[in-house]
């Protein structure tokens, strides 16, 4: 889709031999009302509009204010205008998700539906589209055993339990027109195969055909590198046959030299593709991104482009307290720039397909991801279900055929905590894996289980069956003691001895403290406890916390609340830091920065500054390369006196800096700041250095090949 037009601009385009996909923004001047009697298709609300309705914008979800705890149905209404009606116009009304299940109507007559509350989808409203068209969406939050995200039955088959967040009814993303001609592309499946010194690019497009007759047809790839420079494109004859649906073409492209993803360097090119007619009219055209890299598990460790890394992360409920999960980009922005100042390198990243722009976030801000459907707590009753079985397959689907070009995924998960450890559960597990791999063969295919240190054999369990194994441990609060975990880690090491492993979750609830200031002091505890008894573990790929923010919830709460906000996050629900925050931080840097004022008989002239990258016994570590060390030195009154930058290409062995220092007047009180910048200007690390302190016994730093950087700050 190249472009969002209305009015005289759409009448343009439209006018010209051909039409390329055009998108139309639907997001605005809705009406909306809640349907708590359900009577709205009886009374006719399909077809006119109803009294009482309220004026909302896309994205919108209703339980925020007036009806926060509302369940049920509730209806919203659009009337749009047809800026032109052309002959062989073919128009698709599509929706950025709907939670959780909706029916749609346009004049009257009901054009189509969906389930599930995270993916887009799609409808062919061509038949029905008039000049000025009214447009009725019903959407129902309401769930049960059988849906996804749905009741978490497992233990408590008897009594249906809610899911650990909240049920943000409405038409929580974006809803937009597209209008083509006679043939469309779909979508586009590109995956990358690295070579030495190349990379091969497999594109395959898919194409909708709406043609009485085959038709003879020009496809053609153009890749456009990180810097959007043309380079590489192929061009092939294609034979489009009628009425196809999903024709799959495919292209193939080298590129010499490529850019390779990675963490500190998400380089990320674009693929134009378009179908052109024999007259070179463009029918249609669209754009993706996608990357270079390889993701390989190798003697349990976990590689990137052929080096290994271990890595850190948070998850991230799509929620705030002003949005619900009907996010606008400020604030799913803001977010995820405090992940990656918290040094987020992995996450899950929750419990359902995310919102495409953090998809797009994690690319170009290196941030590895196993996305997930909302198969939470299923009991083994559930797993068997087919009704279940076909919802996840589904949602599984859509999620890769929307997701499956970013580079920063390497492995989708299938469940959450659910009855794994059954005959159903591994049944239900293997037929997610052969499903997927059906679909995406080159990506891991994992879940998150929480059970693993009470199984007896391995065969026991779908773990065995995984990729790779996702272990949630909650010692200290929901799993026992803290004293607990060494025994459980190496029990898994057992029983999967060939199984790399990520602690998929781990962190505390809340409820386990006397209040949320007794909570925290536990929750850094467990920071600083676990993650170095993790990074002693060479087969423990990586760790994630539970969670980056508190999130709304029936669940998991303080007894004789029955909805509230869960703590759990190093901030809480208005992204107020707790100490828990700052701990974190400082214990995931990727590198440590030491300081020293070299001795003087009165101030110093010079200091030293080591930059040391984690080695592969910490958590997190991974290679670090184009780094800038900078520093300033401020005097008693704050003002800078020195300053300068240091280039640091490769952080493989420690790096040492030696600054000098202007005369300062006598016993002058001297502090020097350091600032690690990554390749993409983040702060990777810091460190304060006081004179006073460091003459009473700094430590020494370690070793290395003095650099001389930086130069004194003029006179003022």
């Not at 850190?312 to 996010?327: C, D, F, N, P, Q």
């Not at 722009?357 to 170009?364: K, M, N, T, V």
């Not at 100490?579 to 840097?589: A, D, H």
């Not at 440590?592 to 592969?616: H, I, Y």
Request: with cysteine.
């Amino acid at each position: 889709m190249n472009s969002i037009l209305t009015g005289a601009l759409l009448l343009l385009v439209l006018s010209a031999p051909a039409l390329a996909a055009t998108s139309v923004d639907l997001d605005r001047d809705w009406l909306f009302r809640t349907d708590p009697s359900q009577i709205g298709a009886a009374a006719g609300w399909q077809q006119k509009l109803p009294a009482d309705t309220a004026s909302v914008t896309l994205p919108h979800t209703w339980n925020i204010g007036r009806h926060d705890s509302y369940l049920g149905k509730a209806w919203y209404f659009r009337t749009f205008e047809m800026p032109v009606q052309a002959t062989n116009l073919h128009v698709k009304l599509h929706f950025g998700a709907t939670f959780y299940s909706a029916r749609v109507w346009l004049n009257g007559t009901e054009v189509g539906g969906h389930e599930g509350g995270y993916t887009a989808y799609s409808l062919d409203i061509t038949p029905y589209v008039h000049t000025i068209n009214y447009l009725a969406v019903e959407v129902d939050n309401r769930v049960s055993e059988a849906t996804i995200p749905g009741f978490a039955m497992r233990g408590s088959d008897a009594k249906p339990m809610w899911y650990d967040w909240w049920d943000y009814g409405g038409i929580v993303r974006d809803v937009w027109l597209t209008l083509t001609e006679q043939v469309e592309i779909d979508r586009q499946r590109i995956r990358s195969h690295v070579h030495a010194k190349s990379a091969t690019i497999e594109d395959g497009i898919f194409l909708e055909s709406r043609f009485k007759k085959s038709e003879h047809l020009v496809a053609r790839a153009t890749a456009f590198g990180p810097d959007n420079q043309l380079v590489a494109t192929q061009t092939r004859a294609v034979q489009v046959d009628p009425g196809a649906h999903e024709q799959a073409v495919a292209l193939q492209l080298e590129l010499p030299a490529p850019s390779l993803w990675s963490i500190d360097h998400p380089n990320v090119y674009r693929m134009v593709v378009q179908i052109t007619d024999a007259q070179g009219n463009i029918l249609d055209e669209q754009s993706d991104t996608f990357g270079v890299r390889t993701v390989e598990i190798r003697d349990r460790h976990l590689l990137i482009n052929g080096e290994r890394v271990r890595l850190t992360g948070i998850t991230r409920h799509e929620e705030s307290v002003w949005e619900g999960l009907a996010e606008t980009p400020g604030t799913m922005r803001y977010d995820y720039d405090d992940l990656k100042a918290l040094q987020v390198t992995l996450t899950r990243p929750v419990h359902y397909p995310q919102n495409p722009f953090i998809l797009d976030y994690a690319d170009r801000h290196g941030i590895l991801l196993i996305p997930e459907i909302p198969v939470w707590q299923f009991s083994e009753a559930q797993m068997r279900d087919p009704k279940v079985l076909a919802l996840a397959q589904q949602q599984m689907r859509e999620m890769i055929e929307q997701a499956g070009n970013h580079p920063s995924i390497f492995a989708w998960s299938v469940c959450n905590e659910s009855d794994t450890a059954t005959p159903g559960g591994i049944a239900y597990f293997r037929a997610m894996r052969d499903f997927i791999r059906q679909i995406d063969p080159d990506r891991f295919v994992s879940y998150a289980d929480d059970n693993l240190a009470k199984l007896q054999r391995a065969q026991d369990s779908a773990a065995s069956d995984a990729d790779f194994v996702m272990m949630n441990q909650y010692f200290g609060s929901w799993h026992g003691p803290a004293a607990a975990l060494p025994a459980s880690l190496d029990k898994v090491d057992r029983l999967f001895p060939d199984k790399m492993v990520i602690i998929s979750e781990f962190g505390l609830p809340g409820v386990f403290g006397k209040d949320a200031e007794d909570a925290d002091r536990m929750r850094v505890k467990i920071i600083e406890d676990q993650i170095p008894e993790l990074a002693r573990r060479d087969w423990i790929a990586g760790a994630i916390f539970w969670c980056y923010q508190d999130y709304k919830s029936h669940r998991n709460l303080r007894p004789g609340l029955e909805e509230g906000y869960v703590d759990h996050g190093l901030v809480d629900e208005y992204r107020q830091r707790r100490p828990s925050y700052y701990v974190w931080k400082e214990m995931n840097s990727p590198a440590s920065l030491a300081g020293r004022f070299e001795p003087s008989v009165d101030a110093p002239k010079t200091f030293t500054a080591t930059v040391q990258a984690n080695t592969m016994e910490r958590l997190p570590s991974f290679p670090l390369r184009d780094y800038r060390l900078e520093w300033e030195v401020r005097d008693e009154n704050n003002k800078v006196i020195a300053s300068g930058a240091q280039a640091l290409p490769d952080l493989a062995q420690a790096q040492t800096i030696a600054g000098k220092l202007p005369p300062p007047a006598q016993n002058s009180a001297l502090r020097l700041h350091l600032t690690l910048l990554n390749p993409m200007g983040l702060v990777a690390a810091e460190n304060n250095v006081d004179w006073r302190r460091s003459e009473a016994g700094s430590q020494p730093a370690p070793a290395s090949a003095p650099i001389t950087g930086g130069t004194p700050a003029p006179a003022q």
